[in-house]
């Protein structure tokens, strides 16, 4: 099992950036591929983008690959997510979340271990 605290979340204005980090400790960091999930309120959690082992592959949710970049340092065993051009509907709660399996990504059910989560709210 892997333990991850997400970070850096906030409250920022349409058109602004931020970056999340998730901060992984327990297991063999470099073991995992990661992923990120949003939740926007009433709405179910939804795929952002990994990353798999190694940073080998990249994978994005298609409406979001142009504004969204994953990368991760396995010597501190974090990865972030770097948004910019924050819109209103991009506002939710980001999960970091860890998959031991190293493939389909993209898929929730194959993520074994979740943070709490950080909340990002984008105002218009």
């Known amino acids: 099992q892997v333990r991850l605290v997400e970070s850096g979340g906030g409250l920022v204005q349409a058109g602004g950036s931020l970056r999340l980090t998730c901060a992984a400790s327990g297991r063999t960091f470099s073991q995992y591929a990661m992923g990120w999930f949003r939740q926007a309120p009433r709405k179910e959690r939804e795929f952002v983008a990994a990353?798999?082992?190694?940073?080998?592959?990249?994978y994005y949710a298609d409406s979001l690959k142009d504004r969204f970049t994953i990368s991760r340092d396995d010597a501190k065993s974090t990865v972030d997510l770097q948004i910019n051009d924050l819109k209103p509907e991009d506002t939710g709660v980001y999960y970091c979340?860890?998959?031991?399996?190293?493939?389909?990504?993209?898929?929730?059910?194959?993520?074994?271990?979740w943070g709490q989560g950080t909340q990002v709210t984008v105002s218009s």
């Open positions: 990353i798999s082992r190694s940073a080998t592959y990249t």
């Open positions: 979340a860890a998959n031991i399996w190293n493939f389909e990504l993209d898929t929730r059910s194959r993520y074994g271990d």
